[in-house]
Nanobody
Framework: QVQLVESGGGSVQAGGSLRLSCAAS????????MGWFRQAPGKEREFVAA????????KLADFVKGRFTISRDNAKDTADLQMNSLKPEDTALYYC?????????????????WGQGTQVTVSA
């Protein structure tokens, strides 16, 4: 079983930056993809970014392109989300997810393991 723990959330002003990190432990997926999703109050969970095991393939939601980047360090079993130029509408609970398949997917149904989430709050 894979355990995922997110960290790095917090409160920032608009235009600021945060770096989220997801640490995987347990029976990690040796060649699987990882992703980040978010959920704002009263809204459905939405895709933010995903990355293949090798890191050679990434996918970003249109609303974060040019602002967010995703990366991973397989030696450390971590996946990071660098968030720049944050906006108040980025306020949400951010979740890390992992899949056993070597894919880049925006669908939450393709992910088998989820973290508990880390809160990001952006003030105007």
């Amino acid at each position: 079983q894979v355990q995922l723990v997110e960290s790095g959330g917090g409160s920032v002003q608009a235009g600021g930056s945060l770096r989220l990190s997801c640490a995987a432990s347990g029976r990690t997926f040796s060649s699987g993809g990882m992703g980040w999703f978010r959920q704002a109050p009263g809204k459905e969970r939405e895709f933010v970014a995903a990355i293949t095991w090798s890191g050679g393939g990434t996918k970003l939601a249109d609303f974060v392109k040019g602002r967010f980047t995703i990366s991973r360090d397989n030696a450390k079993d971590t996946a990071d989300l660098q968030m720049n130029s944050l906006k108040p509408e980025d306020t949400a609970l951010y979740y890390c997810a992992a899949t056993r398949w070597s894919i880049v997917s925006a669908s939450s149904r393709n992910y088998e393991a989820w973290g508990q989430g880390t809160q990001v709050t952006v003030s105007a």
